[in-house]
């Protein structure tokens, strides 16, 4: 029996006009987005509307069970408790790749989805394909297989799961529709229920280098995950994060990768390790492993200090088909050919260090992309030798810039150098790198 067409036009008009659309509208809308049978330029003109006009609290729950009904659910129960965190995007932001390993080394089953660069924001399976043979395009069957043996998995989304997304988030990426606080709730939230997580942990970034980067905005897609997390029955706690200057020294796909390695082994950067901790304890709570935050910490700590993480990653990797001899060793993890040092123009103490223009800069240099169809480069990076309130002579370090391509060092170097401030004090007050928790 042949399907009516649906009236897209009319739904547009109705968005667009103010009017909240009905649950069938939804339902259909999604469906028609799963199979492919709205043209892009009617689904584009919906999510504008969507962009200006919002969604009632009701559309956006239906509009996310469409899309979570739009392709196959999984479970995971009888593996553990799958917990899993996301990450709005930041630059530097490697913390998923330490912290999956280390929260099922404490008992937990993860679950993790992961995406691509977006925009000037790293993207976690960039960085994991930096390692050599590492897969993230796993079927649902191999999925289950790594997750039965390692605890964890990192992987992209699976053709079958939460299909209406893929084709929407597409569109979103290249219609400046990205930033619509409903938008990105459904979009993270359907992913993280189909995938089979029964508890979420959010870290949404605040600042130069954020989607959002007011903290009003951040606020309120953090309360707005919550909410709707609370219809779906998936509890979501949510951090508010520092991203006024990047997490870690390092930026670049095969550079965090060896810093989250750092991280544990015990070492690494002082915020990158902290934030992982924070996050990880926030996980074993929410899935009933620790009594509180300070025993999830200790319980972190401890697989950390053990070396249990760091063997978990190692499997991971194995069985994801990685090269494990890259984890023991990360001098086999790809470098560029050329490097170039950033110095100071001037003495005194660094006040500013842009998250924002040094992921655009990254991206510039290949460590994301500027079309969809680019490819990366991993080896690229900007390694950050001083941060917000180092002190610094004329002529000292501020990064070093590793590149294959002049061309691109030469377009990027300018934004390099603009991200930092040197002035003749310490600013006189530091943001916190957890700046408010809810949920």
């Not at 995406?115 to 000037?120: D, E, K, N, S």
């Not at 390692?131 to 990192?154: K, S």
């Not at 919550?226 to 998936?234: K, N, Y």
């Not at 910490?297 to 760091?310: F, V």
């Amino acid at each position: 029996m042949k399907r009516a067409p649906l009236p897209v036009p009319s739904l547009i008009a109705a968005k667009r006009d103010g009017r909240a659309l009905d649950d069938g509208e939804i339902r259909a809308v999604i469906a028609g987005a799963a199979r492919g049978d709205i043209p892009d330029y009617q689904l584009s003109a919906l999510l504008m509307a969507i962009v200006w006009r919002g969604m009632t609290t009701r559309e956006l729950g239906v509009w996310t069970e469409a899309m979570i009904d739009s392709g196959e659910r999984l479970r995971w129960d009888r593996l553990g408790t799958p917990v899993d965190k996301h990450s709005t995007g930041g630059v530097g932001d490697k913390i998923s790749l330490a912290l999956a390993p280390l929260a099922a080394a404490c008992g937990l089953t993860v679950p993790m989805i992961a995406g691509r660069a977006l925009g000037h924001t790293g993207g976690t399976l960039d960085k994991l394909e930096a390692i050599p043979g590492f897969r993230t395009a796993l079927t649902t069957a191999e999925i289950g297989r790594v997750l039965a043996r390692a605890g964890f998995v990192l992987a992209g989304q699976t053709a079958r799961l939460v299909p209406a997304d893929r084709a929407l988030y597409a569109l979103r990426d290249a219609t400046a529709t990205v930033e619509s606080i409903p938008l990105i709730a459904s979009s993270i939230l359907s992913k993280k229920v189909a995938e089979g997580a029964r508890a979420l942990v959010m870290d949404v970034k605040v600042g130069s280098g954020a989607f959002l980067p007011e903290r009003a905005r951040a606020r309120e897609l953090a309360r707005t995950l919550i909410a709707l997390g609370g219809r779906l029955g998936l509890p979501v706690r949510a951090f508010l994060t520092d991203m006024d200057q990047p997490l870690g020294d390092a930026i670049g796909n095969a550079a965090e990768v060896r810093e989250a390695i750092d991280v544990l082994r015990g070492g690494g950067p002082a915020d990158a390790r902290a934030l992982t901790v924070r996050l990880g304890a926030e996980m074993l709570v929410l899935g009933r492993i620790a009594r509180d935050r300070r025993d999830g910490a200790r319980r972190i700590e401890a697989a950390i200090a053990s070396g249990a993480g760091l063997e978990r990653f190692r499997l991971g990797v194995q069985l994801q088909g990685g090269d494990p001899r890259a984890i023991d060793d990360p001098r086999r993890l790809p470098r560029a050919r050329s490097n170039r040092l950033i110095r100071a123009a001037r003495a005194g103490v660094v006040s500013r260090v842009d998250a924002g223009l040094l992921g655009r800069a990254a991206t510039l240099l290949g460590a994301g992309r500027l079309r969809k169809e680019d490819r990366i480069a991993p080896g690229a990076a900007i390694l950050l030798h001083a941060k917000v309130g180092a002190r610094v002579s004329r002529g000292d370090p501020l990064a070093t810039v590793a590149y294959d391509d002049a061309a691109r060092e030469r377009a990027a170097r300018p934004m390099i150098e603009r991200a930092f401030a040197v002035g003749p004090r310490a600013p006189a007050t530091r943001r916190p790198l957890v700046m408010e928790i809810l949920g």
